[in-house]
């Protein structure tokens, strides 16, 4: 959509989508350069993650470093909390 529209740059994408952040990722992933940060929501906490399909947070992070972003999350008592990933393109040198 976002060549369709003409939009050259997102500054920021939110996704909480629940155990379909990978398949997001990989099918926008000619167009992760565009993007500067991201807040992605994971579910690996939750009950309904027993099933491995669910658990997204290390295929998430990765899919994210291997696009240059810096991935950082925050310790917190709530695991939803503990499993949402901050991505960011490193500032230019």
């Not at 350069?33 to 290390?58: E, F, L, Q, Y």
């Not at 991935?71 to 909390?81: A, G, I, K, M």
């Amino acid at each position: 959509m976002l060549p369709e529209l003409g939009i050259e740059r997102v500054d920021l994408l939110m996704m909480n989508i629940e155990g379909a952040e990978t398949d997001a990722l990989r099918g926008a992933s000619g167009l992760m350069g565009s993007i500067r940060n991201s807040v992605i929501s994971c579910h690996d906490s939750s009950p309904a993650t027993t099933c491995r399909a669910m658990r997204t947070k290390a295929d998430v992070r990765a899919l994210l470093e291997d696009a240059g972003f810096e991935v950082t999350q925050q310790e917190h008592r709530h695991p939803w909390v503990r499993d949402t990933l901050y991505a960011s393109r490193p500032a230019a040198a």
